[in-house]
């Protein structure tokens, strides 16, 4: 097969058709997860990790949604240089025109991502819209982002419920229109591995002008299936995989990207040699910024980047391992970025500490450098041992630049029959600190009862869990929370080697960045003359 490459990525080759593009959406599908909320800080800090990862395409968010999407993507469009840039519009004139305007700064790396459903059910509940309507939007809408960039993708949404011949007339008619991607979503996760690879199949055995596209894929999580489903749609011509750190995205999440690097790398051999660009050494830090950013916790059993994805309990196992490590062994942790050693300590210097980030691949400002070089001398002076993910915390915990209303100033807590909790907060704005006591089912019960009193505002814990760092019994602890305050559900992560410490900052971090989320909203909301 000759896919039209050279169109779309001029300067490759029409006989690259080996190459499976990664379009990463965890700034965009990713983000509308409930409660993964980022700024725009925060997505660019990722949008740069997604670089040098060197996925080929990232979807950076949805510009018309609100003005802080439209913020994001213009800023990841502005200093994000490699990959391409793709802003998400449905097929209205005013989201077109908002996306153009946000993917601009990406110049000839700019690409607007149109969609518009095309099942029956979408269309008859959805859309109220019979086939020749949806046919003639989904033309206007290409033309339309095609009168603003070169690169245009358009999704007929739904697309694995759709009647085959009515996909295969819109994805003809768009083709025909000047898109350079046609996206096949099983949006709602509803595909088997089997049928999706027919369908793609389908597609090229019944659309004429189909190689002049790149046909894409992008599946989501429902059955578990979103890996399967993209990897079987690659083996019958789809070249474009969309898909997300973690697996974040909305409901059970999309496919995720390490998973489908990974199996198509380790088993080059089943995959008649396909390959991607990506730079496996970025994955695991890409997964560890995502899941910080997010709040959205790793599983521990997770294929590639879980915590325990490398490790080997089973004496059988460990004593095979040192004979071969092949034989339980089918891929290299450090492939994957996951080496740890034990080089970093208290009598480093900004320099040196400088020189191992940017090889393990962060790019941080001198001031930065110096506040992440302090941090490691503080933790050096705690534990014996600091290793890379514990320094990885660190950093990552510079980046969550949300503003702090509320700082933790002082807490003590005291466990036993009645759990009590002391807490000082500062309240930044009045600089001065408020005190109070509290009790409890519970210590962590009794210090977030207390740090509600001071703050006046109540919080629903709807999730709290706590991992370690890295290892040993003086490892750091990293908490995670997830609250409700005043009807919004948002996130927090702390790092401390006290995990009590740390369950009070991700808590009070949590508060800041739904304060911080209010104060934006009234800002967009406030009338202009
Ligand atoms: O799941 C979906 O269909 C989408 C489209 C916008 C591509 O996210
Ligand atoms: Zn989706």
């Not at 998400?88 to 990406?106: F, G, H, T």
């Not at 996909?167 to 991607?181: R, Y």
């Not at 750091?476 to 790092?495: D, H, L, P, Y």
Request: glycine share 8%.
């Amino acid at each position: 097969m000759g896919f039209a490459f050279s169109t779309v990525f001029p300067g490759k080759k029409d006989n690259m058709n080996d190459q499976v593009l990664i379009f990463d959406t965890t700034l965009r599908d990713g983000e509308q997860c409930p409660g993964a909320s980022m700024n725009t800080r925060e997505k660019l800090e990722v949008a740069r990790q997604l670089a040098r990862l060197k996925v080929d395409i990232i979807e950076a968010g949805f510009p018309i949604a609100s003005d802080g999407d439209f913020e994001a993507v213009r800023a990841i469009a502005s200093e994000i240089q490699g990959p391409r840039i793709a802003g998400l519009a449905r097929c209205v004139d005013k989201d077109i025109d908002r996306a153009a305007e946000a993917v601009k700064p990406a110049s000839d790396r700019a690409r607007i991502h149109v969609f518009l459903a095309t099942s029956a059910i979408h269309r008859q509940y959805k859309l109220k819209m019979a086939q020749d309507e949806i046919l003639k939007r989904a033309v206007e809408g290409t033309k339309r982002a095609l009168s603003y960039v070169k690169d245009v993708e358009f999704s007929p949404e739904d697309a694995s419920r759709t009647e085959p011949e009515f996909l295969a007339a819109v994805t003809e008619a768009v083709i025909a229109a000047g898109a350079t991607t046609v996206n096949i979503p099983d949006t709602v996760g509803y595909a088997v591995p089997h049928q999706y690879g027919a369908l793609i199949k389908y597609l090229f055995d019944h659309v004429k002008n189909i190689r002049q596209a790149v046909i894409s894929v992008h599946c989501h999580n429902d059955l578990g299936l979103a890996v399967a489903n993209s990897l079987a749609a690659v083996q019958n011509g789809a070249r474009q995989v969309e898909c997300t750190l973690n697996g974040i995205g909305e409901r059970a999440g999309n496919a995720s990207l390490e998973e489908i690097v990974m199996a198509l790398k380790t088993r080059h051999d089943a995959f008649a040699g396909f390959q991607t660009g990506i730079d496996t050494r970025q994955l695991y830090p890409a997964s560890r910024l995502v899941s910080h950013m997010t709040g959205m916790v790793v599983q521990r059993n997770k294929a590639v980047v879980g915590d325990n994805a490398f490790a080997h309990e089973a004496g059988i196992h460990q004593h095979g391992m040192l004979a071969n490590r092949e034989t339980y062994e089918i891929m290299r942790a450090e492939d994957v970025g996951r080496s740890s050693e034990l080089t970093w300590g208290k009598h480093m210097g900004h320099h040196a500490v400088g020189k191992k980030l940017e090889e393990m691949g962060y790019k941080l400002s001198d001031d930065e450098i110096r506040r992440v070089t302090e941090a490691i001398k503080a933790l050096a002076d705690k534990k014996k041992s600091v290793y890379d993910e514990d320094v990885r915390a660190i950093v990552e915990g510079q980046f969550t630049e949300v503003p702090q209303v509320w700082k933790l100033d002082y807490l003590s807590v005291m466990t036993g029959t009645i759990p009590t909790a002391t807490v000082r907060l500062i309240r930044a704005d009045k600089n001065e600190p408020i005190s109070d006591a509290g009790t409890g089912d519970g210590p962590i019960d009794a210090m977030l009862k207390t740090i509600d009193r001071i703050t006046g505002i109540k919080g629903a814990l709807n999730d709290y869990s706590v991992g370690s760092v890295s290892r040993g019994k003086d490892a750091i602890g990293e908490v995670s929370v997830r609250v409700q305050f005043e009807g919004r559900m948002v996130t927090g992560k702390a790092v401390s080697t006290d995990i009590i410490e740390a369950s009070a900052l991700a808590y009070l971090n949590a508060l800041n960045r739904c304060l911080d989320e209010q104060r934006r909203r009234a800002e967009a909301e406030k009338p202009t003359l």
